[in-house]
């Protein structure tokens, strides 16, 4: 600390010394108090804000009620998951192969499926980011059009894994990502449902 030096170089009582100590640190806790407040604020926004849906939803467009404003809320929150599920499934795919415990032969074969599922999930992202205030049956169905083959996709890479993992613990991690992205999609499915 720059004012103990400052401090010791003072010809003070050892009392003197100890009390300028402790006024630095009350002004220093004065000014540490402003950033601390600031950050319970902001984690206290971010933990209200965007982990935890709206209980109630106002100032709607015409024409759109509340249930359709939460299921694209929801419909929106589940395609990041999407996004996150493809990611980590890509990465974890690639170090299996990096660490030999599956071939060329099975990355090839994963790997289009998985860009497949990508462009679905970015796609729909895009066309909900275009009509944000619309959930209607039309968006809805587009939606269903876009995640059509999705699921025999992830169907597909539950199956080439059988053969194509060598090892069991990666096999099961690798069918977890994929029963967990499976559910996402039939969640996002369910929230288009007619």
Known sequence: MRGTRKALSNPKTPIQFIRSLKD??????????????????????????CGARVA????LPAGVTEQQAKNYDAAVANLHKIALITSTARQTIINLRNQGI?????????????AKI??????????????????AEPQKQRIRDI??????????????GVTGIKNPDSLKQVNGLLTELAGVVNLVLSLTSP
């Open 118 to 135: 990508d462009e679905a999930e970015l796609a729909a992202s895009a066309y909900l980011r275009d009509a944000p205030e619309y959930f």
């Open 147 to 160: 995640f059509a083959n999705v699921l025999a996709q992830i169907e597909q890479l539950n199956s080439a």
């Open 24 to 49: 630095r640190l009350k002004r220093k806790d004065a000014t540490m108090r402003k950033p601390r407040i600031l950050a319970a604020v902001l984690l206290a926004i971010a933990l209200n804000g």
């Open 56 to 59: 109630h939803v106002t100032n």
């Open 102 to 114: 599956t071939d060329d032969a099975y990355l090839r074969l994963t790997l289009p499926l998985i």
